[in-house]
């Protein structure tokens, strides 16, 4: 561990959301138990780690009373029984701040529960607070969030990745048993990895994204980040399914996922064909990072598996695709912060039209990254260049599916890097946007696709701070990389 | 700026497109973000500059369709919580400021 | 208004209509008229962050019928974002259909028989309303504005003409038409005073046989009357500019009832780019051929066919281009329009005149809300009584009000009210006494003076007490005046 800088994290920190949820569901702990051991450590830690938009005290006090109740008499409190979660504060929460650590939605309170929220609740899991994020989710850092950045756990000098940074920090730091993010172009993959943790991105269309506040929504997924691996499985299997306030969601039934996991555990992965990316596993990535990639196809192969490489050549086109689509795709979601109807409102001094007013709003509420994205995603769009840079990045959107289904031919699972490097000192990446961005290089590609990837802790690299490796796989197969997940989650 | 425009993008285009996006940006961001959009577009001249002859565009990840909703009444909202949201209101409605025509 | 010698008009216009669905397009809140202000909204048409939309079938199934009535193809279709800044439209973007809307290459025909293209017929949804407050409370010059979101997200479909309409008149046929099918599909209720059928007119002139010239879009167009004077305000506008050497701007025009006159509505040096893309929110439309012949199949017939079918039964030709006689084919338009035409052919079967059970239909049926309940078999014997000469027109029409107020038979009614035509004896008698009476108009009839006849039948009803019949009192007039 990063040493020094760390928060120190006592025993049982990283207890897990399993033993919690069948303590609580045998009666063995009470939920609030496990709520007052979690404050404690949030009363402690969380000035320094600042993982938080919110901590919800009554609410969670409330939640978990309910479960105990429930255990009491004798009826099932849910597979999440009494197990803490941190949200990412882009999931609307009915009546309580929902801010996507931006100034524009100031005094905002959903007047509705995001999907996963209600899901979460009725599994019994208790709501302990909404993370901090890059606001509307934009960067890889969580240093671009109007309520300042989220420091790693692991080392406090140091970003604990982004989006979702807050996310993962909550868990990491053992605020929070599990927590859920949403990953657009690995925004729960690279904070997972920077923090030592397991992080899901599911097929597209798995879990709802009703509630969910938009950045870029044909590739927005949202999952779980997890201690392990069974964990993530667990969360994931309350979370998925079907939702009819979705037209992107789909039937699929989610196929017991700790179920696979426990499958790896115990029979490894035999006869699986691995295939390791070439195209992300060189150029950009630090060499500590690609020596526990192979760590982890060893890990791999001991299990059973045939390892080897595979070309998917048009993976390396998908950084550029990336920010000409979800950009596009933001600066028209994002045009709904107008100062009309909920959020900040700013009338600029001598002027009374409402168009000055939505400019003035907009120029106030979004900070210099969000404005960067709506810039460039207008252009992107404008009369003149939509067939140049949208239009072409929808059609390498295609190259890529392609390439990947021509990948699974030959490959059961695919694995990469999830990040290239380990967590980095804030400010290190900010002075040009494309530094930043480059941390997606690896992640990007399945969210283009819509297929699942799970990111994996596998040790530290030379700095001593943790190291994620990526899984891939095609549409709908959580059950096979939560498998492989296992195995090398096993070797840790 | 000094930077070479991908594709001829000018200061003019920044605001122009400020304008479309309803941001009304200072000259320092107009001058920062002409310089960054120039550097990313130079990025994206990959992606731009691809022979895509033939290659369908994929707008989705999904292949669904004919996704529907029955058509029958939900519930709405509780006006004065709907309200409550609003920066302005008045007489059960959102109050802006006078709009200067379509645009 | 008449348009200047030389010049010709081509118009274009775009319907909005609102489809009768119980609830919005995207969310299950009513589709509702009249309802107190922001009662009918959820987060999905409020556009709030983190809602999403999902597509009523019962809309696309309107759609599909809307199409279809209109010789549409129907294909597979996808949404679209039209992005633009209005504070009425919640996400600050429009779901509509783009490049590929549901409806496509269709026609309309118009009662006189011109053919007009129909281009597109897509699916979007409807905006917010705003109010303006303070200043003129007009737009431009209001302090404010209210704005109300019930009407956001309500189901409209865009119908598109092609530029084929030449003059107010058949913009005006159009509409009227339009209007009519609209409403025999169900699709919607085609009413423009509520607002649920909006018409907006793409207008420019031209010297015959020169190319489109640029034309203006016309918005804020309520009535039928509007339409017209606004079409033919516009045209004048336009060919007095460019007699005087002025070139027409493209530009979105407002209509001013009150003012009779169109002014520009928007800055002109900020040109419109609405970066269409495909909305990722929702998945595309692909009926199945067998939806879409199911739709074809269970569509009721058109208003034309149902002229037609009354043409056919009347002996006259269903519209004004081939018929000539324009005051009955008004009657049949009449009828068509009115939804009275089942009842008339019942009536025809039941054994009434086709020709006076359209007449009586267009005039004295229309109007009432209790046409509908009428009993064509009694309505029948009404009309089958004034043909036997055992009632009087006036009668009739007495006859067929008392049969719309309280039903009943119409033979007892006739009885009751003392109906029964004078005969032939008792008539002659009485025109004689009031020829003796008014020599100098007799004299005056019998000079060819065709007002002079009113006067006598109308004497001759008050003589009677309404029991003359005018046409064989004005019979007998003629042939004792020598004129037959």
Known sequence: MGASHAVHVGPGSSETAVSIADDVRAGRRSAQAVLALHRTRIDTAEAEVHAFNLVLTDQAAEAAARVDETVASGRDPGPLAGVPIALKDNMCTRGLATTCSSRILEGWRPPYDATVVSRLAAAGAVIVGKTNLDEFAMGSSTENSAFGPTRNPHDLERVPGGSSGGSAAAVAAGFAAASLGSDTGGSIRQPASLCGLVGVKPTYGAVSRYGLIAFASSLDQIGPFAHTVEDAALVLEVIAGHDPMDSTSIESPAPSLVSAVQQGHADGVHGLRIGIVTELSGEGISADVLARVEVAANRLRDAGATVDHVSVPSTVLGLSAYYLIAPAEASSNLARFDGVRFGLRMVPEGSANVQDMMAATRAAGFGAEVKRRIMLGTYALSAGYYDAYYGQAQKVRTLIINDFQRAYQSFDVLLTPTSPTTAFAFGAKTADPMTMYINDVCTIPSNLSGDPAISVPCGVGDDGLPVGVQLLGPALSEALLFRCAAVIEKGN | ?103 | ?484
């Not at chain 3, 600050?92 to 017929?121: C, E, F, H, M, W």
């Not at chain 3, 701007?249 to 520009?264: K, M, N, P, V, Y």
């Not at chain 3, 928007?266 to 929702?282: G, H």
């Not at chain 3, 004034?386 to 006859?399: C, Y």
Request: with cysteine; net charge negative; hydrophobic share 40%.
């Open chain 3, 1 to 484: 208004m008449v348009i200047k010698a030389g010049w010709e008009i081509v118009i274009g216009l775009e319907v909005h209509a609102e489809l009768a669905t119980a609830t919005k397009l995207f969310c299950g809140c009513a589709n509702a008229f009249g309802s107190e202000p922001n009662t009918n909204v959820c987060p999905v048409c409020l556009g709030l962050p983190g809602s999403l939309p999902v597509l009523n079938e019962q809309a696309v199934e309107y759609a599909m019928r809307i199409g279809t009535a209109l010789h549409c193809e129907i294909r597979r279709s996808v949404f679209s974002r039209k992005n633009y800044f209005y504070p009425d439209m919640p996400k600050d973007y429009q779901v509509t259909q783009y490049d590929l809307p549901i409806n496509s290459d269709g026609y309309l025909d118009l009662p006189n028989g011109k053919r007009i293209s129909i281009v597109r017929a897509h699916m979007e949804e409807d905006t917010g309303k705003s109010t303006h407050f303070g200043g003129t409370g007009r737009i431009q010059g209001s302090d404010g504005s209210l704005v109300d979101y019930n009407r956001s997200g309500v189901p409209l479909v865009e119908i598109v003409s092609g530029p084929d309409l030449t003059s107010a008149d058949d913009a005006k046929a159009y509409v009227a038409e339009m209007r009519s099918i609209l409403v025999a599909t169900g699709g919607s209720d085609g009413k423009m005073e509520e607002g649920s059928m909006r018409v907006d007119a793409n207008v420019s002139v031209r010297r015959p046989g020169q190319p489109l010239g640029t034309r203006c879009e016309i918005k804020n167009l309520n009535s039928l009357r509007s339409l017209v004077r606004a079409i033919d305000y516009e045209a004048n506008r336009q060919i007095d500019m460019l007699e005087a050497g002025e070139r027409v701007t493209q530009e979105t025009r407002h209509w001013s009832e009150d003012d009779g006159r169109t002014s520009s509505m928007r800055s002109k040096e900020e040109a419109m780019d609405y970066r269409y893309f495909p909305e990722p929110d929702l998945v595309p439309l692909d009926p199945s051929p067998e939806w879409v012949a199911r739709v074809a199949a269970g569509l009721p017939a058109m208003p034309h066919d149902r002229r037609r079918l009354l043409a056919t039964a009347t002996g006259w030709s269903a519209d004004r281009s081939d018929s000539g006689m324009a005051p009955d084919n008004d009657a049949v338009l009449t009828v068509v329009e009115q939804d009275l035409d089942a009842l008339v052919l019942a009536a025809v079967a039941a054994g009434a005149d086709a020709r006076r059970a359209v007449n009586r239909a267009a005039n004295e049926l229309t109007g009432s809300s209790r046409a509908a309940l009428l009993d064509p078999g009694a309505f029948a014997t009404v009309l089958r009584l004034e043909d036997d000469g055992r009632l009087t027109a006036t009668q009739a029409k007495a006859v067929i009000g008392e049969l719309l107020e309280h039903g009943g038979d119409p033979v007892a009614i006739a009885a009751a009210k003392g109906y029964e035509a004078l005969d032939t004896s008792v008539l002659e008698g009485l025109v004689d006494e009031l020829i003796a009476a008014h020599p100098a108009e007799f004299e005056r009839l019998r000079g060819g003076d065709p007002k002079v006849g009113g006067f006598f039948v109308g004497a001759a009803m008050k003589r009677s007490g309404g029991k003359a019949d005018g046409k064989a009192v004005t019979a007998l007039l003629r042939s004792k005046a020598g004129l037959s």
């Open chain 2, 1 to 103: 700026m000094s930077e070479p425009a991908a594709r001829g993008l000018t200061r003019d285009d920044v605001v122009h497109v400020a304008k479309l996006a309803r941001l009304a940006l200072t000259d320092a961001e107009i001058d920062r973000y002409t310089a960054d959009l120039a550097g990313i577009l130079g990025h994206a001249e990959d992606v731009a500059s691809l022979d895509t002859e033939g290659v369908e565009p994929t707008a989705h990840p999904l292949p669904l369709v004919n996704v529907f909703r029955a058509d029958v009444v939900r519930p709405s909202l509780d006006r004065e919580e709907v309200l409550a949201c609003a920066p302005s209101s008045d007489q059960h409605q959102f109050r802006v400021p006078s709009i200067l025509g379509i645009a």
